[in-house]
């Protein structure tokens, strides 16, 4: 996946906003939290991307080669993804739409309505 395709796939979820920090990483939030980025300080640098996961998720991701606890979030149960094609593009997609799930669930009831992610 490519920083533009994770972008445009980003932005298509629920009440998600794009900011650019930390030099040149793409952050992307709900409700204001952080629940995916991706990073790639270098020319030619491969782009690295990183997503919150669940206990059971974080515990068995990063096992996996190419894959890490993401620096300064992984007490946060944070992975990156440290080499290019560590994981389909499908599976990264799946694991963004957990992470957006599970940020946009730790915001408040009333939030998460402001927001239409409650019923």
């Given at each position: ?20 920090q ?9 409700g204001?939290?952080i ?16 997503f ?20 300064y ?16 593009d ?30």
């Amino acid at each position: 996946m490519t920083r533009d395709e994770f972008d445009a796939f980003c932005k298509t979820l629920a009440a998600t906003s794009h900011v650019i920090q930390w030099g040149n990483a793409s952050v992307w939030k709900v409700g204001g939290k952080i629940f995916a980025i991706c990073s790639g300080w270098g020319e030619g640098d491969h782009p690295r991307f990183s997503f919150k996961c669940s206990d059971i998720s974080y515990a068995l991701l990063i096992q996996q080669d190419g894959l890490i606890p993401a620096p300064y979030l992984a007490r946060a149960k944070w992975v990156q993804l440290e080499k290019e094609g560590a994981m389909s593009d499908e599976d990264l997609k799946a694991y963004i739409v957990a992470a957006h799930k599970i940020i946009a669930g730790k915001l408040t009831k009333k939030q998460q309505k402001e927001l239409g992610l409650a019923g």
